[in-house]
């Protein structure tokens, strides 16, 4: 089983229309992160969380809302999906000490017509 | 501005041959340094990490090479096989405790058989 898991794996839906993407992971880690990813960009951050009662905004979060409803859980919501917000998104988790990289799930893919 | 960037968007490699790929980094007080590697329809794999205190790290079959006087990183694959064809990621950590990262580009290897 993936350590990082994202559903749905892919969505199309509708301009105006309230989407949600979840992310699980058994990996134990306290930090939880989404991006969002478009062509011929990198990764962008969405927003972080360090732990349930933590969550800070990264640098394109105009447009998203995000729940750390437990340790192991951490769901991105677009209240109102714009055709703009097509993308690839991913959750990623990391460790409480420094020095150790970002793992990340294999993504959801978002089509907003 | 905080940036990394990617000198070659792809990079053509024959099979058995050494790769490597190169990437720019802006912020100097950047201290924490990863590869990623993607390939299609998955997310960003760790493949390799180094820390500002270093100028080389060497993995299975992978080198990294930091050079902070010219704030550039590299990547280096021995003996590239058909597998290693994917899209290759750096990130550099700018956050510090946050272990938030900024992402490159990225490269497309292409190994050729």
């Known amino acids: 089983d993936a350590d990082v898991t994202q559903t749905p794996r892919n969505r199309i839906t509708k301009t105006g229309k309230r989407i949600m993407l979840e992310c699980s992971q058994t990996?134990?880690?306290?930090?939880m992160y989404w991006y969002r990813q478009d062509p011929g960009l990198g990764l962008r951050l969405i927003y972080y969380?360090?732990?349930?009662?933590?969550?800070n905004k990264g640098e394109i979060s105009d447009g998203y809302s995000v729940s750390r409803q437990a340790q192991a859980k951490f769901s991105l919501s677009l209240e109102s999906a714009i055709p703009n917000q097509t993308a690839l998104y991913f959750c990623?988790?990391?460790?409480?000490?420094?020095?150790?990289?970002?793992?990340f799930g294999d993504g959801t893919r978002l089509s907003i017509l | 501005g905080e940036s990394v960037g990617l000198h070659l968007p792809t990079l053509s490699v024959q099979e058995g041959d050494n790769s490597i790929i190169n990437c720019a980094y802006s912020n100097s007080a950047s201290d924490y340094f990863i590869w990623y590697k993607q390939e299609s329809g998955k997310g960003p794999q760790f493949i390799i990490d180094i820390r500002s205190n270093m100028d080389k790290r060497q993995g299975q079959r992978v080198t990294v090479l930091l050079n902070k006087t010219v704030k550039h990183l590299s990547l280096q694959i021995a003996a590239t096989q058909p597998g290693d064809s994917a899209v290759y990621f750096c990130a550099e950590r700018v956050g510090g405790a946050t272990n938030k990262l900024i992402f490159g580009t990225g490269t497309l290897l292409a190994v050729q058989p």
């Open positions: 990623a988790t990391s460790d409480l000490y420094s020095n150790q990289p970002q793992h």
């Open positions: 969380s360090f732990d349930v009662k933590d969550i």
């Open positions: 990996k134990g880690h306290d930090r």
